[in-house]
Nanobody, 124 residues
Framework: QVQLVESGGGLVQTGGSLRLSCAAS????????MGWFRQAPGKEREFVAA????????NYADSVKGRFTISRDNAKNTVYLQMNSLKPEDTAVYYC?????????????????WGQGTQVTVSS
């Protein structure tokens, strides 16, 4: 069993930055790939970024490449999403997720555990 709690969301102006954190409980955190997804009002949940259990491999959606960075600290059971150059279209609820296995998949169907989400709002 893995429990995930996101934090760090908020309101920011266009061009600003935020860092999201996801604290995980459970002894299997370090053996799992982790991902960030987001869902805007009226839209489906979409992939943002994912990271291999070791942190050695990452995967990003085209819409965030070059602006967002995913990282993890297995000693702290925490995964991060650094978001720079934010745009209004980045406004969404951001969810942290954990999956069995180590591959940093972009498919939400492969993720077994989800956090409650944290709101990110980018004003124009």
């Amino acid at each position: 069993q893995v429990q995930l709690v996101e934090s760090g969301g908020g309101l920011v102006q266009t061009g600003g930055s935020l860092r999201l954190s996801c604290a995980a409980s459970g002894r299997t955190f370090s053996s799992r790939a982790m991902g960030w997804f987001r869902q805007a009002p009226g839209k489906e949940r979409e992939f943002v970024a994912a990271i291999h259990w070791s942190g050695g491999s990452t995967n990003y959606a085209d819409s965030v490449k070059g602006r967002f960075t995913i990282s993890r600290d297995n000693a702290k059971n925490t995964v991060y999403l650094q978001m720079n150059s934010l745009k209004p279209e980045d406004t969404a609820v951001y969810y942290c997720a954990a999956k069995a296995g180590t591959y940093a998949s972009g498919s939400p169907f492969e993720y077994d555990y989800w956090g409650q989400g944290t709101q990110v709002t980018v004003s124009s």
